[in-house]
C-alpha cells in the first residue's frame, strides 16, 4: 500500500523556519518524482515544490522560489522541504505526494501556521 506522511509542521513567527518531513512507503522510492502541494482554507491546492528520482532536479513555485529547499534521501525513503523566512501567507496545510502509474497518491497533511 502506498502511504506518505508529512509531519514537521507547527506554529512558528514570521521570518523563522520549519522543516517539514515525508516518510514514503509502499513504492519503489528511487524511481518516482516526490512533490510538496499546500492548501490553505478556501483556496486552492497550489505546488510548492519537487523533486525529481533520475537526477535529483528540483522545481519551485513562485512562493517558494529563494526560501525553501526540497530534499530527499533514498535510503530512509525520506523527503524534506526546508522553508526558511517563512511569511504569514505561507500559512497553508502542507502535503507531499507521488504519481504512480498515471494515479496520484497524497497523505494527510501537516499545518504549519505562521503568525506576524
Known amino acids: 500500500e502506498v502511504q506518505l506522511q508529512a509531519s514537521g509542521g507547527g506554529l512558528v513567527q514570521a521570518g523563522g523556519s520549519l522543516r517539514l518531513s515525508c516518510a514514503a512507503s509502499g513504492f519503489t522510492f528511487d524511481t518516482y518524482v516526490i512533490a510538496w502541494f499546500r492548501q490553505a482554507p478556501g483556496k486552492e491546492r497550489e505546488g510548492v515544490s519537487c523533486?525529481?528520482?533520475?537526477?535529483?532536479?528540483?522545481y519551485y513555485g513562485n512562493s517558494a522560489k529563494g526560501r525553501f529547499t526540497i530534499s530527499r534521501d533514498s535510503a530512509s525513503k525520506m523527503a524534506y522541504l526546508q522553508m526558511n523566512s517563512l511569511k504569514p501567507e505561507d500559512t497553508s496545510t502542507y502535503y507531499c505526494?507521488?504519481?504512480?502509474?498515471?494515479?496520484?497518491?497524497w497523505g494527510q497533511g501537516t499545518l504549519v501556521t505562521v503568525s506576524s
Open positions: 523533486i525529481s528520482s533520475r537526477d535529483g532536479s528540483t
Open positions: 505526494g507521488t504519481r504512480l502509474r498515471g494515479r496520484e497518491y
